[in-house]
């Protein structure tokens, strides 16, 4: 967890693909992990796609009685079938993505296209508080929402897809000056703000000074098996969505079905965010007890593919529809030269070395002696 080892194991060219076709790729490069390169695999992650959700579903029917959670609805963990300790791989899904799922449920409720009209036990989420409230901070003089632009508010087919500008709106500040200046019926929507901003700081660790740095103790790295931060995503951050998935079924009304799920965030939103929450549960404290002395969560994210596949667009240039030539030779090309550092302008950011000062003093310039002009 401390060193980046990043290799590509194998490409397929296809034009889709479905779960079943996943599941035994899945396993054989499990199997080849294990046995041949002897490392020992704990996670995988993906985005949440279809296919990816349905590959987790179908290791459902591979659990035994003694290994399920009678607690959890959903499936986030299996039995190792290659390890000789029965150690369980767990299943992640891409927090990066997941953070700009749920700012997209919030971006159309309300606004966007108008799919959802959020609503949390009386107190309406909606995308409104947010513009609202940005462009009521543009006309003061100083400004507590220091990083929203137009780009924050007014997404497109672009800006949906960027990682900062989704972390920016769904922040701590965004729910402190929500909460400050905001009307009272945006209460809810600070609330959420609050919880992302929490989660994502949670499971987005670079590096170990980066809790000092920002002064957000979400973000030290973990060291404890015991961490409070483990018995938050279980007790405060999963039970909010569930008492708010709870709300929307027993609010008083004739609503239909849809109309009750249109004022929760995306049913797939929620799996990821319960796959992921129970996997860092136990593969942190998992990982600490065996030799691990911290624990960086930015390591479970899925980076490294999208800096693989943001230098094969580089290489590929304008060739919109490469052979498996080219890929193959890109693919070769990264490999051998090692360039997995993040393209500039993309959503993956590049490990920030920890920063020392020297605080010794400094030492005084000596001054040159001024010769006489009779002894030139």
Known sequence: MKNKLIETLANFATSGVTATQLFPLFWKAVGICETSCRLKIVATTCDGASPNRKMFRMHFQMERDEDSNPNVDVCYRTRNLYSKDGRFIYFIADPPHLLKTVRNCLYNSGAGTFTRFMWNDGLNVLWKHISDIFYEDRECGLHYLTKLTENHIKLTPFSIMNVRLAAQVLSLSMSNTLREYGPPEATSTAELCLMMDKFFDTVNIRGTDESSRELKPFRAAFRSKDDFRLSWLKDVFLKFFQDWLISTQNRPGHFTQKQRSNMFIAYQSHEGLKITAHSMIEIIPFLLTNKVSYVLTERF????????????????????????RDFGYNDNTIRNLKVFRPIAGSNVCADQPAITIDTDPVPCRKRKKKIPRDQH
Not at 301 to 314: A, K, T, V, W
């Open 301 to 324: 994210s899925q980076d490294p593919l999208e800096n693989y596949f943001g230098h094969q667009r580089s290489m590929g240039s304008r060739k919109d529809n490469p052979t498996m």
